[in-house]
Every structure is written in structure tokens, then in C-alpha cells.
């Protein structure tokens, strides 16, 4: 899919905006799409390096059947060559992979659905668009099975197929991971512009939450941050946020990030967004769900756990305020 062949068997490939121009025998910067003899071949196809029954909120989605879990699945490979990332052994490296059908995944994820809360599959722990073949149908199976699909993405997709994959997905959590296009070309190898389109594209398709790896002396400016938050509240400023904290890992060695710097980004977007969440870092506040209106908590959380809710339907259980919540909510603590 999404490939365009060229002269003397080379071929152009389309599915990200890396747009690789692949020589016979050589695979883009994915590793995941290789030219065999001038046809674009995906390698990872049904090749999974990671499967769990996590939490849903651990991909993170806050909002999206709060205290559920989710079939979760993953492959090799990345489109992006993040310097700090967190998933490289299998984002960049040579992980091991079993072969599974995307008739035997659904399956196994409708099992689990027969057993407990789960609701439905996510595509994660690497980067899913460059398995775009083996999760569109996937996705479409798990469809027409009554499961969910849920995709945790960076978002550097072309257009084309992110529109093909869009009605079979309920729910993105969507890596931003800055507000400057020149972080993004000498962090990760892309650019900004088409992971704003995707989100951009995808709120007005499906729920979405946002993700956003803050990097001590990189993304921390306080400027940086107001400019990413005044972007997503003219989207819709009940956009779940995640600020989520950095760890050495990779080729980055940088100590981690200060505690209190991921607070302040908290604080700067709470002036304009109306939910707000901390990640890889001990912050209960940071944790729990508040109505935006009379600020009574509606979601707490210990951890991935749901520990209390004051819902009525997705309506604050206090004043009624209609809240960005996807499904129903339960206790699992």
C-alpha cells in the first residue's frame, strides 16, 4: 500500500512524510518497507514483539473507559529516530517477534473481552503507521467483532492512509513531542507540521488524547509550552494532555527531568486547558479527573488504578457539566 513504483526498480514510498526513495534491495528509514525487485514489501506484517492486558490508561487515555483494559500489541521499527527514546530496543533495535494473524489477534483480544473489561485492542509500544497493512486489518476485524481500536502514535502519517485507517479507530493517543520544528529534525528526524495535520484530523474523527515527553533544556521553555497549549485550546481545550517525564535512555544522557518543571507545564496549561496529567512521576493531584465547572473530582486514580467515580453517564455526577470522557467509567481498585 501507498507506494509509488520509479525507473530502474526503485520505488517511492508514501505512507509517512519520510517519503523514502528505496533502492532494490534496500528498506527505508523505518527498516519495516523494503523493495524487493521494484515492489514495496512490509517486513514486520503480523510480527508482534510485545502483547499485554494493560490498563487502559497506561497507553495513556484517561478518558477513554476509565478503568478498563485494552488488548496491547506491538511490532519493530519507527519511523521517527527520537534520541531519547524510551522503546528502542524495539523502536531500533533486533527484538525477537512471534507471528500472529490479525484473525488469531482479535481472537485473543475477544477472549480476554469474554473474561473481563477489556475493551477492544491498541496498537503501541512502537510506532503502529509503519504497520499499517497488518493494523488496518486488524482494526477492521476487531470492528466487526464489537472491540475497540485504540492507536498510540506519533502522528507522522500522510494523509491518504491516515484517512483510509480513521473509521475504524475510537480512540489516538498522539505523541507531540515539541512545539519546534527544529526539535523535531535534530531529535527525532521529522518535522513538526505533519503531526500537527494528523491531530488536527483526527479530533474530528475519533477521541484523542495528547502526549508530551518533556526534555530538561530541549521542549521545557515555559514560551514553548504556551505556544503548544494555546494551539490545542483553539482545537477544543478539553483535549486530555498528558506531560509526561524524561528518563536517560538511548543515545541521550541528560539527567531527568526535574519534578517541579513538569508542575509548572501542568500550570501553564491549566490557565487555558481543562484537563491536565502528569506522567512518570509521583503527583496524585496530577492524577485524578476534575469537572472543569465546579471542580469536583470525578475520576481518582492511584496510579492506573480508578479509585472513586462521581459520573452520571459523561456529566460531572456534581453539577452536570457534560465532560470529554469516551464510555463508561468503573471502579478496579
Known amino acids: 500500500m501507498f507506494y509509488a513504483r520509479e525507473a530502474d526498480r526503485k520505488v517511492a514510498c508514501r505512507l509517512c512524510p519520510q517519503h523514502c526513495f528505496i533502492t532494490p534491495g534496500k528498506a527505508g528509514i523505518c527498516r519495516q518497507r523494503k523493495n524487493v525487485d521494484g515492489t514495496l514489501y512490509t517486513l514486520n506484517y503480523g510480527e508482534i514483539s510485545s502483547a499485554a492486558l494493560d490498563p487502559v490508561e497506561k497507553k495513556p487515555l484517561y478518558h477513554f473507559y476509565p478503568g478498563h483494559t485494552i488488548f496491547s500489541v506491538g511490532t519493530v521499527g519507527c519511523n521517527l529516530h527520537c534520541k531519547f527514546c524510551q522503546n528502542w530496543e524495539i523502536a531500533h533495535g533486533d527484538a525477537p517477534t512471534t507471528t500472529v494473524t490479525p484473525e488469531e489477534l482479535v481472537r485473543l483480544a475477544k477472549k480476554e473481552a469474554a473474561r473481563g473489561p477489556c475493551v477492544g485492542i491498541a496498537y503501541t509500544y512502537n510506532e503502529p503507521s509503519i504497520w499499517y497493512e497488518y493494523v488496518y486489518e486488524a482494526a477492521v476485524l476487531a470492528r466487526e467483532a464489537g472491540l475497540k481500536n485504540a492507536l498510540v502514535t506519533n502522528g507522522f502519517i500522510e494523509e491518504e492512509p491516515l484517512e483510509k485507517l480513521l473509521p475504524y479507530i475510537d480512540a489516538m493517543n498522539i505523541d507531540v513531542k515539541a512545539f519546534k520544528d527544529d526539535y523535531y529534525r535534530k531529535v527525532c528526524a521529522g518535522r513538526l507540521e505533519p503531526v500537527l495535520r494528523t491531530v488536527e484530523r483526527a479530533i474530528a474523527r475519533c477521541h484523542v488524547e495528547l502526549t508530551t515527553l ?120
Open 214 to 333: 518533556i526534555v530538561t533544556g530541549l521542549n521545557d521553555d515555559p514560551s514553548e509550552i504556551r505556544e503548544l497549549v494555546d494551539w490545542i485550546a483553539r482545537l477544543n481545550p478539553a483535549i486530555p494532555v498528558h506531560f509526561s517525564r524524561y528518563f536517560p535512555r538511548y543515545r541521550m544522557d541528560a539527567p531527568p527531568t526535574p519534578e517541579e518543571t513538569l508542575r509548572q507545564a501542568r500550570a501553564i496549561a491549566l490557565e487555558k486547558l481543562h484537563f491536565v496529567y502528569l506522567g512518570n512521576i509521583h503527583a496524585p493531584e496530577a492524577d485524578d479527573t476534575y469537572c472543569p465547572r465546579c471542580r469536583n473530582t470525578v475520576i481518582e486514580r492511584l496510579g492506573y488504578l480508578v479509585c472513586a467515580v462521581n459520573l452520571d453517564g459523561n456529566r460531572c455526577g456534581n453539577c452536570g457539566q457534560p465532560l470529554n470522557i469516551v464510555g463508561t467509567a468503573r471502579v478496579n481498585w
